[in-house]
């Protein structure tokens, strides 16, 4: 069965520093792998996603990811983070059917 | 592009009565259309997968004749929660899939911005 492990509950990251979320999946086959964001009361939207070619993606809102096969692990990465980044984070892994997401992480950024 | 509405963004029900929940998308045919539910603090866990034209598909654990769907057109789901009870209020959020054609190999789902159930 396919499983997402988003071992940080929540993270404060200070303006202007760099952020990594770290998400581990477990997968049959080759996994397609995503990175969503949530504001408060809000639905998901599409951060990046991977699922063959360049381990490194590039997302919206400056976010990258890297994928490492050998470490099942997706991590989410921001050089420089801004007030607004601050939500919720799920990471998912999935193929054409369905999708499952981890707990995610929340992000707070201190001033 | 690939808007995906919700109606209503939240609701207030008393226990015993149903709500009905609807999810549409705006701009493309979704033929595939997902419920799933969100507690605080959680992660979305799948409740159903509809096609349109055809009876959904439930995970299990999850009530369907509690939980009604309906997708009766390309663009329009509804999820029905009948007879509702406290512990059904939760954060319901719909995603819509296009065609495989054009949702391509890994089927992209576009997510509602998500219906707000509180049952008193």
């Known amino acids: 069965a396919q499983s997402v492990t988003q071992p940080d509950i929540h993270i404060t990251v200070s303006e202007g520093a760099s952020l990594e979320l770290r998400c581990n999946y477990s997968y049959g086959a080759t996994p397609y792998l995503f990175w969503y964001v949530q504001s408060p009361g809000q639905g998901l939207q599409l951060l990046l996603k991977y699922f063959s070619g360049d381990t490194l993606v590039q997302g919206i809102k400056g976010f990258e990811a890297e994928f490492k096969r050998s470490q099942s692990s997706f991590n989410l990465r921001k050089p420089s983070v801004h007030w607004s980044d601050a939500a919720e984070y799920f990471c998912?892994?999935?193929?054409?059917?369905?999708?499952?997401f981890g707990k995610g992480t929340m992000l707070l950024v201190s001033p | 592009g690939a808007v995906v509405s919700q109606h209503p963004s939240w609701v207030i029900c008393k226990s015993g009565t149903s709500v009905k929940i609807e999810c549409r998308s705006l701009?493309?045919?979704?033929?595939?259309m997902f419920w799933y539910r969100q507690f605080p603090k959680q992660s979305l866990m799948l409740m159903a997968t509809s096609n349109e034209g055809s009876k959904a598909t439930y995970e299990q654990g999850v009530e369907k004749d509690k939980f009604l769907i309906n997708h009766a057109s390309l663009t329009l789901s509804t999820l029905t929660v009948t007879s509702a009870h406290p512990e059904d209020s939760s954060f319901y959020i719909c995603?819509?899939?296009?065609?495989?054609?054009?949702?391509?190999?890994?089927?992209?789902?576009?997510f509602g911005p998500g219906t707000r159930l509180t049952v008193t």
């Open positions: 998912a892994v999935g193929g054409y059917s369905t999708l499952t």
């Open positions: 701009d493309f045919q979704a033929t595939t």
């Open positions: 995603s819509a899939r296009a065609q495989q054609s054009i949702a391509g190999e890994w089927g992209e789902q576009y």
